[in-house]
């Protein structure tokens, strides 16, 4: 038997959208620009950051960690997007932190200065963000902000009508 669930808000619907079309748009766009290999395609990067992720591993187990290691784990905020939107209709407060987690990971590939540059596990040096980047981050922290609005606003109180 299942449980009836809550009425969907229009602002939880509307941001869902909102958070879809800025991810769908960024993988239209550049996302990232680095040393000697120009800007990154975003659906590219998508494509293969798993594979980058792999190789950032195989980067650990060859030489410890001489080498900077973390911006190719910022691409896990993909999946955590992803499950946001599943669980935005589903369970609020998990799609909430999922989407927190993801605004985080995906905001804190800025603080890193390399990343890994080639399928040989060759490091590049990270030198500007592009629209699709911009974008990307936006999808998750609108995704982020719209949840928590919608969570707290379900929580209060019902108002009285004026003039009871």
């Known amino acids: 038997m299942s449980t009836p669930s809550r009425p969907r808000s229009p602002l939880l619907l509307a941001t869902l959208a909102i958070s879809v079309a800025l991810f769908a748009a960024c993988l239209t766009q550049k996302c990232y620009c680095s040393g000697n290999n120009g800007c990154g395609d975003s659906l590219a990067v998508l494509l293969t950051g798993g594979l980058g992720i792999l190789a950032e591993f195989g980067t650990l187990s060859d030489h410890g960690l001489q080498y900077p290691v973390g911006a190719t784990f910022t691409w896990l905020a993909n999946p955590l997007l992803v499950l ?8 609020r407060k998990v799609a909430l932190g999922l ?55 379900s929580r209060a109180p019902a108002q009285a009508p004026r003039g009871a």
Not at 84 to 91: E, G, N, Q
Request: net charge neutral; charged share 10%.
């Open 84 to 91: 946001a939107w599943f669980f935005a209709l589903r369970d």
């Open 99 to 153: 989407a927190v987690a993801a605004s985080a990971l995906s905001s804190s590939f800025l603080l890193f200065k390399h990343v890994i540059g080639s399928n040989a596990g060759q490091y590049t040096d990270i030198i500007g963000y592009a629209a699709g980047y911009w974008l990307w981050v936006a999808s998750a922290c609108v995704l982020a902000l719209g949840l928590a609005v919608d969570t707290l606003r």
